[in-house]
């Protein structure tokens, strides 16, 4: 044990002096705001986005349909010094990304790190470029995914669009145009977290992943199509989502035909074992129709499965179109 507290704090004192020493060969930028800046809504950054790329319904970004490109801003939880360590090359390459070179940057005083790198697909393959920016309390990732037959001109626009960047850390953007649809968690304990890819996400404590006894966590998301399915597709599909939760379930669940405020809606629930954990889970979703789109309302918890049963279904029944 003592020789395990002793690396320990080897390793403790090591990561400041490490980063420290990086800092030292940082490439120090200065943004200064302006009106040709765009809030990012949902989260503490501004970008100068490029000519041509329009906000997406589908995920937290933009993108280009002419040239392909895309730009996605996701929100870890953690110091970001600590979030460095995923993109070191080995955690790309499993993540399919193969890392050219690495950057550290000190972005008006907040420490960046930008990974400049390739990723192969069964869509073709792309430059990958990601910019990692925050402090003690956020994480930032904003990553870039612009296809391989773009010029080196196109992939220098986006990689200063990303180097653009200006982290306020007191202000926070609302996100609430990002949705055309509105839930209610009144009466209920839980709490939203931080902006994941256009989704709605609720936790008990606020945090992502959540720390509380019952790792309770409820996410509301518009699906990325809009093709009118018939029932028994809609159906097809509703399985489909279920599934992709692996659990063995005690009683296989089945999907319900319900209404949602005059929209066709399918749910389906059930306690099984995460053959991972040995845990008992609950898993719920409702998938809620609305003319040609579609959106998925999911839920899990280890605990309290009665209790918390009641809190899905009245979070369901308070979903609107705006």
Known sequence: ?????????????????????????????????????????????????PDGFVSSNTFLGYSDEMSGCKILFTELSGEVYKN?????????????VLSNKQTFYLINDFDALFVDGIQASEYGNY???ILMIGNISYTYVITASIPQFQDEKTREKIKNCLL???FNPKEKYDDSKNFDFTIDTLGTNFLRTQSVSNSFVF?????????????????????????KLDEKNVIKL?????????????EQ?????????????YQIYGIGMNET???????????ICNENNYYAITANTIGNFDNNLVKFKKIVESFRIK
């Open 84 to 96: 460095f360590f995923g993109l070191d090359k080995g955690k790309l390459f499993e993540a399919g």
């Open 203 to 227: 936790t008990e404590d606020g945090i992502l992943p959540s720390n509380s006894t019952d790792k309770t966590t409820l996410i509301v998301n518009k699906l990325p199509f809009n093709n």
């Open 253 to 265: 669940p089945q999907i319900k035909n319900i209404s949602i405020n005059n929209m066709q809606a």
């Open 277 to 287: 954990t040995f845990q008992k889970v609950l898993f719920f979703l409702t998938l």
């Open 1 to 49: 044990m003592r020789t395990f507290n002793i690396f320990l704090l080897i390793f403790l004192l090591f990561i400041p002096e490490y980063f420290f020493s990086q800092n030292v060969r940082a490439i120090s930028i200065t943004n200064k705001d302006n009106a040709n800046y765009t809030e990012i809504a949902g989260t503490n950054l501004k970008l100068l986005i």
């Open 238 to 250: 509703t399985q489909e989502l279920f599934d992709k939760f692996k659990l063995t379930y005690f």
């Open 164 to 166: 653009s960047v200006i």
């Open 127 to 129: 430059y990958k470029y």
